[in-house]
């Protein structure tokens, strides 16, 4: 199996996945919201005929077509949910919803959900316990709601993506979090590396050293849990890196002082021994380059992470926006990267967040701000041409 997957057609033709911000109303206040979600629903949101017509358009993408995510805010907040949902099951789309943990996930809200052909859901959790979980996600009584809507979505057989957000506040969760996942089980882990946008401009992220050491963490775990990373494109990198390496029987680079802490915490938890399952290598998707995020006013962005408009889907085609929007087009190619990003020789592969090198500098080409490596330090450069192709 390859380090790193390729999708199985072209992305400049077609997305991998289009996520669609069914609304913005959602009654939590997490700290770290793209959102910036509020309690009330915007009255510009797509209609649920234009909502229909977006879902079509999504299938004109061609087969296999892209997988539909349905997320917030709060999708629960629309009353007409389930009827989307439907409607894109009949259009043949693979429909999953990412609900927030509030009272209105129910076990029948998920039992209707699956009746309507949705695939999955995907749920928040930031912390191993109630205290730290909810003091992030701002409202009493949200860990206790989402472990049972894990526990709900399994019985009535949901698959269930689990989401984890990285900030300095909660690093040091990320073992116990795994060992979560381990033990309930999931069809994958996914851990983002924040972007400083909306409320998470408040929030303190890893640096480079420190982010470096999360992604080497999370290879180590990676025949133990299926696991994932969201804006931390350089865990490619860290995979080709780490595979070369124990081909040659060289050890991993020596790592920081929160490696060490966050691996000790592993092999208490018995996360680095025992049963093996085949690693999940990370697939080369990013904005605008097999991804593409719809808001719920119709704008299309490249993610939801960067807000750089580049049509409307009330005006034009999804399809044509994807494929000919220049700033898409832009997107996909590397040789537009700035500074190490532009000279690494993992740039095909990688290319870095552009979401967060916009948060942070302004350009979407700009270098990743977190990433420590230096271009041209791998010792087996030879070995590389082949993986990065």
């Known amino acids: 199996m390859p380090e790193v ?31 910036s979600a ?7 949101e797509l209609t649920t005929d234009e909502a229909t017509g977006l879902m079509a358009q999504v299938a004109q993408f061609g087969r296999p077509a892209p997988l539909f995510v349905i997320t917030g805010g709060d999708p629960f907040q629309r009353p007409d949910l389930t009827t989307l949902v439907r409607r894109g099951t009949d259009l043949g789309l693979a429909v999953s919803v990412s609900p927030s943990g509030t ?22 959790l930031d912390a191993a316990g109630p205290a730290a979980h909810d003091g992030f996600r701002g409202v009493a009584g949200v860990y206790a709601l989402t472990t ?44 983002f590396f924040l972007v400083p946008t909306g409320r998470g401009r408040d929030l303190a992220a890893l640096d480079a050293a420190e982010t470096e050491d999360v992604l080497h963490l999370l290879y180590d775990l ?14 490619r990198r860290v995979c080709l890196q780490r595979a070369v390496l124990a081909r040659h029987g060289v050890p991993a680079p020596k790592l920081g002082p929160l490696y060490r802490r966050l691996r000790r915490r592993l092999d208490e938890l018995g996360l680095t021994s025992g049963p093996q399952r085949p690693r999940r290598p990370p697939l080369r998707v990013s904005a605008g ?34 494929r000919d929007a220049p700033l898409f087009q832009a997107l996909r190619d590397p040789d537009r990267l700035g500074g190490r990003c532009g000279v690494c020789e993992f740039r095909t592969v990688c290319g870095g967040s552009r979401a967060r090198a916009y948060a942070t500098t302004g ?9 420590g490596y230096q271009p041209g330090s791998f010792p087996y450069p030879e070995e590389l041409a082949e993986l990065t192709a």
């Open 103 to 124: 009272p209105t996930l129910t076990r029948e809200a998920l039992s209707r959900l699956r009746d309507a052909g949705a695939r999955a859901i995907s749920l928040s």
């Open 148 to 191: 049972r809507a894990w526990r709900d979505a399994a019985d009535l057989g949901l698959k269930v993506q689990i989401n984890t957000t990285v900030t300095r506040r909660t690093v040091d969760e990320l073992p116990d979090i795994a060992a979560q996942v381990r033990d309930r089980g999931a069809m994958l882990w996914s851990v």
């Open 38 to 44: 509020r309690p009330q629903r915007d009255p510009a």
């Open 363 to 371: 350009d979407v080409h700009a270098e990743e701000p977190v990433c």
């Open 5 to 35: 997957r390729r999708l199985r057609h072209a992305s400049a033709e077609r997305p991998f996945i289009v996520i669609w911000e069914a609304t913005q109303a959602c009654p939590l206040a997490c700290h770290h919201c793209r959102a």
């Open 222 to 235: 990676g025949e133990t849990v299926p696991v994932k990373t969201t804006e931390a494109h350089h865990f």
């Open 289 to 322: 380059d097999g991804f593409v995020f719809v808001s719920h006013r119709g704008q299309v962005h490249p993610s939801g992470f960067l807000p750089l408009p580049a049509g409307d889907v009330r005006a034009q085609s999804l399809v044509d926006i994807y």
